[in-house]
T-cell receptor, first 109, second 113 residues
């Protein structure tokens, strides 16, 4: 079983829509969680860390549910520039980072 | 200037050749990582290093070796390249800490014929 699993999508949404991605992790000892954004053929870049209390950064909201071992990313008022692949990441001790395969998002005009 | 650089950015080589991918960073981070990315498989860890004297195998280290020449430099070698090592390779760095994020280089696209 993979450490981190994501629905690969693709998600095709109109501009202005709200879209949510979920990700599950298998290691209950995981302590740190992140969402990364990756544009086609480019390097992943940190979008946001995910905290137990949930956190928000502008149009982006991340949530962590430890009991069910999943994290989520909500994007409100989608922009064309949000089109990318979103990678879910879990780390148990900070030593290794486990990446999901990514969820593809296309925002349509 | 980029904080994490990789050379070469693109490389085409033949089966059986030895090839080295290099990574340098100016972020002052102790931790460095090498990943490969394949379509549908996501990023998979090859090797990681927490300092110059610390080297650890990741999920898929077979067929690869690494060298941490200095805090700022971490090289990945393919001892005898094979076609299924064709992939996008990323180097990443991270600080030490409870919640540490990774910073990636621009990637090296390697094709083994």
């Amino acid at each position: 079983r993979k450490e981190v699993e994501q629905d690969p999508g693709p998600f095709n949404v109109p501009e202005g829509a709200t879209v949510a991605f979920n990700c599950t992790y298998s290691n209950s000892a995981s302590q740190s969680f992140f969402w990364y954004r990756q544009d086609c053929r480019k390097e992943p870049k940190l979008l946001m860390s995910v905290y137990s209390s949930g956190n928000e950064d502008g149009r982006f909201t991340a949530q962590l549910n430890r009991a069910s071992q999943y994290i989520s990313l909500l994007i409100r008022d989608s922009k064309l520039s949000d089109s990318a692949t979103y990678l879910c990441v879990a780390s148990s001790t900070g030593n290794q980072f486990y990446f999901g395969t990514g969820t593809s998002l296309t925002v349509i005009p | 200037d980029a904080d994490v650089t990789q050379t070469p950015r693109n490389r085409i080589t033949k089966t059986g050749k030895r090839i080295m991918l290099e990574c340098s960073q100016t972020k002052g981070h102790d931790r460095m990582y090498w990943y490969r990315q394949d379509p549908g498989l996501g990023l998979r860890l090859i090797y990681y290093s927490f300092d110059v004297k610390d080297i650890n195998k990741g999920e898929i280290s077979d067929g690869y070796s690494v060298s941490r020449q200095a805090q700022a430099k971490f090289s990945l070698s393919l001892e005898s390249a094979i076609p299924n090592q064709t992939a996008l390779y990323f180097c990443a760095t991270a600080t030490s800490g409870i919640v540490d994020t990774q910073y990636f280089g621009p990637g090296t696209r390697l094709t083994v014929l």
